[in-house]
């Protein structure tokens, strides 16, 4: 399999479940991230692992917990959500951030949660 | 601070029309990359192009351009004879080259209609 994979691609949970979100690069890339997309919001950076340290936390309430295991795996734990947590979440990878050089994202398909 | 504008919320063309897609962004900055993606209903963004701030060469891609103007801090996207596979949210994003800076800003996006 090619690319970013994204597994659920839908997710319902109450409010006191626990969920996780999984996902995975084909692309020998070693930056990570997690985004969150509301409706008629920008897309929100959650958290940017780069060679399975984190060194983002965009001030993202604790309900959320990510977990990098390796540069090809990262995961999303869920617990006690709220509704207003559903959205589409995205994960993305690219080749590491580093100083003068950028590089593109390139992104999953994405898990759309809904918190009922 | 960083930051992307694409003050067009909604455009609808009818097939065969160009149309094009702004953005403008806020840096202080000199070394900065600028990125535009699509994201068909599917859910998943696309990479379409990258710039670095150093290389104000405009770009053509088949029936997409790029016209990049550091004086205006804008960069623009171009569809020529736009068809209905087009039809998407494109996004514009902005990341910075200072070091450890792994931020992404996107801009909210522009729902591109194709009618045909």
């Known amino acids: 399999e090619t690319g970013v994979t994204q597994t659920p691609r839908h997710l319902v949970m109450g409010m006191t479940n626990k969920k996780s979100l999984k996902c995975e690069q084909h692309?020998?890339?070693?930056?990570m991230y997690w985004y969150k997309q509301s409706a008629k919001k920008p897309l929100e950076l959650m958290f940017v692992y780069n060679f399975k340290e984190q060194t983002e936390n965009n001030s993202v309430p604790s309900r959320f917990s990510p977990e990098c295991p390796n540069s090809s795996h990262l995961f999303l734990h869920l617990h006690t959500l709220q509704p207003e947590d559903s959205a589409l979440y995205l994960c993305?990878?690219?080749?590491?951030?580093?100083?003068?050089?950028?590089?593109?994202?390139?992104f999953g398909p994405g898990t759309r949660l809904t918190v009922t | 601070a960083q930051k992307v504008t694409q003050a067009q919320t909604e455009i609808s063309v009818v097939e065969k029309e160009d149309v094009t897609l702004d953005c403008v962004y806020e840096?202080?900055?000199?070394?900065?990359?600028l990125f535009w993606y699509k994201q068909p209903p599917s859910g998943e963004l696309v990479f379409l192009i990258r710039r670095n701030s150093f290389d104000e060469q405009n770009e053509i891609s088949g029936r997409y351009s790029w016209n990049f103007q550091k004086s205006t801090s804008s960069f623009n996207f171009t569809i020529t004879a736009s068809q209905v596979v087009d039809s998407a949210v494109y996004f514009c994003?902005?990341?910075?080259?200072?070091?450890?800076?792994?931020?992404?800003?996107f801009g909210t996006g522009t729902r591109l209609k194709v009618l045909a």
């Open positions: 840096t202080r900055d000199t070394t900065y990359y």
């Open positions: 692309l020998g890339h070693n930056a």
């Open positions: 993305a990878s690219s080749h590491p951030r580093v100083s003068g050089r950028g590089y593109e994202q390139y």
């Open positions: 994003a902005l990341s910075e080259g200072t070091s450890g800076t792994y931020k992404y800003i």
